[in-house]
T-cell receptor
Framework: GNSVTQMEGPVTLSEEAFLTINCTYT??????LFWYVQYPGEGLQLLLK?????DKGSNKGFEATYRKETTSFHLEKGSVQVSDSAVYFC?????????FGKGTKLSVKP | NAGVTQTPKFQVLKTGQSMTLQCAQD?????MYWYRQDPGMGLRLIYY???????DKGEVPNGYNVSRLNKREFSLRLESAAPSQTSVYFC????????????????FGNGTRLTVT
C-alpha cells in the first residue's frame, strides 16, 4: 500500500542554519509528491510539489527533488529564519489516495 | 480572498451532544474533504466529496455524517459526540479530486478545535 515516512521531530535550529527534513515513500504507480506547511493556529498550506521523477519543487527558498530511485522527497532550505518555525508535512497522491506523513515540527531560534 | 472558511473555530461538547461543523469555499472547487488531526497521527480523512451530490467514506468515518449542500458548502455532523472525537477538524477543497490522474493540491481552512468532555 501507499505510505509516507518522514523524520520525527522536533527539529531545533539556529537562524541561518541549513535545514533538511527527510521524507521517503512507498507507492503503487507514479505518485505526485507534496510538502505542506502548518503555522501555529492555522490550516495546512501547500509549500511545493513535484509530479514526476527528477522534478524539483521550490518555493520561499525551500526545495525538494523527486527521487524515484531512492523513493525520497527530502525538504531543504539553505538558511532558515525564525518565521519558518512551523510543522511540515510530506504527502503523496497516487491512484485515488492522498497520504500525509505525521509531520515534523521545526523551531528556529534567533 | 477568503479561500476555505470553517465555523466555529472552537467548540466544547458534552458526551452525547450533537453538532454540525460548517465549511464553505469560494474557489469554485469541485472536491471537498474533512480531515481530523490528532497528535502523533498526522491527518486522517473522514469523508470527502468528489463533486456536488456525491460523498465517500475516508479512513475514519465512524461516528460522522456529511452533507454536500451545494458546490460551495460541505458540512460534518457528529450525531452523538464521544471523547474519542476530541480533535482538530480541517476542511479542505481542491480543483480536482482523488481519482487517478489528478494531482491538484488541497486548500485548507484554519480548523475547528473540538473538545468532548
Amino acid at each position: 500500500g501507499n505510505s509516507v515516512t518522514q523524520m520525527e521531530g522536533p527539529v531545533t535550529l539556529s537562524e541561518e542554519a541549513f535545514l533538511t527534513i527527510n521524507c521517503t515513500y512507498t507507492a503503487t504507480g507514479y505518485p505526485s509528491l507534496f510538502w505542506y506547511v502548518q503555522y501555529p493556529g492555522e490550516g495546512l498550506q501547500l509549500l511545493l510539489k513535484a509530479t514526476k521523477a527528477d522534478d524539483k519543487g521550490s518555493n520561499k527558498g525551500f526545495e525538494a527533488t523527486y527521487r524515484k530511485e531512492t523513493t525520497s522527497f527530502h525538504l531543504e532550505k539553505g538558511s532558515v529564519q525564525v518565521s519558518d518555525s512551523a510543522v511540515y508535512f510530506c504527502a503523496l497522491m497516487s491512484q485515488g489516495n492522498l497520504i500525509f506523513g505525521k509531520g515534523t515540527k521545526l523551531s528556529v531560534k534567533p | 480572498n477568503a479561500g476555505v472558511t470553517q465555523t466555529p473555530k472552537f467548540q466544547v461538547l458534552k458526551t452525547g451532544q450533537s453538532m454540525t461543523l460548517q465549511c464553505a469555499q469560494d474557489m469554485n472547487h469541485n472536491s471537498m474533504y474533512w480531515y481530523r488531526q490528532d497528535p502523533g497521527m498526522g491527518l486522517r480523512l473522514i469523508y470527502y466529496s468528489a463533486s456536488e451530490g456525491t460523498t465517500d467514506k475516508g479512513e475514519v468515518p465512524n461516528g460522522y455524517n456529511v452533507s454536500r449542500l451545494n458546490k460551495r458548502e460541505f458540512s460534518l455532523r457528529l450525531e452523538s459526540a464521544a471523547p474519542s472525537q476530541t480533535s482538530v477538524y480541517f476542511c479542505a477543497s481542491s480543483e480536482g479530486g482523488l481519482a487517478p490522474g489528478y494531482n491538484s493540491p488541497l486548500h485548507f481552512g484554519n480548523g475547528t478545535r473540538l473538545t468532548v468532555t
